[in-house]
């Protein structure tokens, strides 16, 4: 009788083993208890690690952006200044008629309709030397700035500059000729310069020999 219950009890055992999941038909990472899946240390109530948050120092996390003025940063794009240079020799009108009879077909050909304004300047340049004028700007005309020289120049340049400095700036070019040649023009039709402000204001008129030497002239004209 011993024998038959142990043996009745055994049986028992293996019927309750066959009818419960396998550790295997867990999900992976749950492990079965007996009765149910349980994922470890749930059923103790502990809490489950949160997954950590990518940083910079883990493989693939981005970088973050650079701060602007930080090393990184997309630097601020350059303005452009008036480059200084030595003094030209002044001429007048009859010394420097060999430019200033120049600038009559120039300024028909790229400011028809405007008129002079002021008298035209005129230097005998040596490579790198520079003549300035001033010229008064009114608000809502436009203004087109023509220069010419003799052969012997090979680079005529012009360039448009605030008369006042400007904080933080030495001499901002606000406009100023395209070309490697004895003749430049700012403002060429059908465009022009054009005095955006509300009130006038004086300008400064840079006329430079870049290359060669010889007379050169320039001449401001508004429409």
């Not at 006042?164 to 059908?190: E, F, K, N, R």
């Amino acid at each position: 009788m011993v024998l038959g219950a142990l043996s009745l009890v055994a049986c028992g055992g293996d019927d309750k083993q066959a009818n419960s999941p396998a550790a295997s038909q867990c999900p992976p990472g749950q492990y079965f208890d007996g009765q149910i899946c349980q994922t470890p240390g749930a059923a103790q109530g502990q809490p489950q690690p949160a997954a950590a948050a990518p940083s910079a120092a883990q493989p693939g996390a981005a970088a973050p952006a650079p701060a602007a003025g930080t090393p990184g940063a997309a630097p601020a794009l350059p303005v452009a200044t008036s480059a200084p240079g030595t003094p030209a020799q002044p001429l007048d009108a009859a010394s420097g008629a060999a430019a200033t009879g120049l600038l009559g077909a120039l300024a028909a050909q790229n400011a028809p309709g405007a008129k002079a304004l002021g008298a035209a300047v005129a230097g005998n340049f040596q490579q790198g030397q520079v003549l300035e004028t001033q010229v008064q700007m009114t608000p809502g005309k436009c203004y087109t700035v023509v220069g010419a020289a003799v052969p012997t120049v090979t680079n005529l340049d012009l360039e448009l500059v605030p008369l006042m400095p400007v904080p933080g700036l030495a001499s901002p070019i606000m406009a100023a000729d395209q070309t490697q040649a004895a003749t430049a023009v700012i403002g060429a039709a059908p465009n022009c310069f054009k005095w955006a402000f509300p009130v006038g204001g004086p300008m400064k008129v840079v006329v430079r020999v870049s290359a060669g030497s010889g007379i050169a002239a320039a001449q401001v004209f508004e429409k």
